[in-house]
Every structure is written in structure tokens, then in C-alpha cells.
């Protein structure tokens, strides 16, 4: 029964974890490097805003920058996001 109830969970959260991911959300400093690897927040094009709030709220004077998942390029859809200003750079 453990076994089955363990199946079951593994497969429910890799339902969760592949939920039209598209967009990395990652803090930097000034100088371009990156603040910390263990918070970078996977998003769908909707929740970026949200990512980008969660992340100014940790980081307060950092930079976020938006990739794609796939590729790791910037995205073209959100440029960096300075939260110290509040605003689009």
C-alpha cells in the first residue's frame, strides 16, 4: 500500500513540475552575478510579475532578469527589472 501511495505522489508532483514552465526568474547584483543558484523561480508567461515581486521582495536592490527554460537566453518578452526603481531598465 506504501508503494502505491509513493507511486501515486511521484506522479503527481511530476505532473505539477512540467506545468508549462517556460520562463527562468533570477536575481542578480549590479555587477551581473548572479545572487543565489537555490532561487530561481520556473514561471508561465502569467506569473513572471509575480516572480519578479517574490524575488524583489528577497533581494531588494536586484536586478531580475528573465530566461527561457530551454535555452537559457534572455527573453525577449521581459526585460531586466531593476526592483530598487521599481521599474524596467
Same mark, same amino acid.
Given at each position: 500500500?506504501?508503494? /502505491? /501511495?509513493?507511486?501515486? %505522489?511521484? %506522479? !503527481?508532483?511530476?505532473? &505539477?513540475?512540467?506545468?508549462?514552465?517556460?520562463? /527562468?526568474?533570477?536575481?542578480?547584483?549590479? @555587477? =551581473?552575478? !548572479? /545572487?543565489?543558484?537555490? +532561487?530561481?523561480? =520556473?514561471? #508561465? @508567461?502569467? =506569473? +513572471?510579475?509575480? %516572480?519578479?515581486?517574490?524575488?524583489? @521582495?528577497?533581494?531588494?536592490? &536586484?536586478?531580475?532578469? +528573465?530566461?527561457?527554460?530551454? #535555452?537559457?537566453? !534572455? &527573453?525577449?518578452?521581459?526585460?531586466?527589472?531593476?526592483? =530598487?526603481?521599481? @521599474?524596467? !531598465?
Amino acid at each position: 500500500m506504501k508503494y /502505491l /501511495l509513493f507511486l501515486s %505522489a511521484l %506522479a !503527481l508532483s511530476a505532473c &505539477a513540475a512540467t506545468h508549462q514552465e517556460e520562463y /527562468l526568474v533570477s536575481a542578480y547584483d549590479s @555587477k =551581473g552575478h !548572479l /545572487l543565489n543558484k537555490r +532561487v530561481q523561480l =520556473g514561471s #508561465n @508567461k502569467a =506569473g +513572471v510579475p509575480l %516572480a519578479q515581486d517574490t524575488l524583489c @521582495k528577497i533581494h531588494p536592490r &536586484a536586478v531580475i532578469r +528573465v530566461h527561457t527554460k530551454w #535555452n537559457k537566453r !534572455l &527573453a525577449e518578452d521581459f526585460k531586466p527589472y531593476s526592483c =530598487g526603481l521599481k @521599474k524596467e !531598465l
